[in-house]
């Protein structure tokens, strides 16, 4: 039972380099979404996908490209990393339109100096 | 808008006392889903319970209670004799299908001292 699988846990950045955070879940499911969690704001979307080769802009998409090539898998990429997408992300999945259980991976911490 | 909005920011209590957790949301959509989670230092985000709109029952597990009030767009957690162990962040979570997202409130730290 993995469920919802992130990798890295733990990654410090320099500023301007580029890294995808990978999320993987085994479940079948057709929806998928990114999340970052910043002190007193909460969990904030940053892109989701409501199946293979569809992606679309959360609330906080700037800096972040996605892409849904298989069901399994939804890698967030940050292209030029920056202090200000120092975070803890989150990636989550559900099945369904109609179902809103919402599985959560562990979270990567990201630190950009 | 679609917005939650938990108050307290952090709350301290002692063990065995009983605390609650506010919440209140905004929404137009007549069919939504209210969630909890709890975010322990370990750092994971646990469900804990999921209210639909359309159902104003209250909930009761174990110590966990919550109370939905549609009249005062709120859904309320109470914890009754509170353990060390119910130190997290708590969070309150709104999905409206309209748009397919899941909203969340700022987070409530809530700390039991022994």
Known sequence: ?113 | AQKVTQAQTEISVVEKEDVTLDCVYETRDTTYYLFWYKQPPSGELVFLIRRNSFDEQNEISGRYSWNFQKSTSSFNFTITASQVVDSAVYFCALFFQGAQKLVFGQGTRLTINP
């Open chain 1, 1 to 113: 039972n993995a469920g919802v699988t992130q990798t890295p846990k733990f990654q410090v950045l320099k500023t301007g380099q580029s890294m995808t955070l990978q999320c993987a879940q085994d479940m079948n499911h057709e929806y998928m979404s990114w999340y970052r969690q910043d002190p007193g704001m909460g969990l904030r979307l940053i892109h989701y996908s409501v199946g293979a080769g569809i992606t679309d802009q959360g609330e906080v998409p700037n800096g972040y490209n996605v892409s849904r090539s298989t069901t399994e898998d939804f890698p967030l990429r940050l292209l030029s990393a920056a202090p200000s997408q120092t975070s803890v992300y989150f990636c989550a999945s559900r099945n369904g339109w109609m179902n809103t259980e919402a599985f959560f991976g562990q979270g990567t911490r990201l630190t950009v100096v």
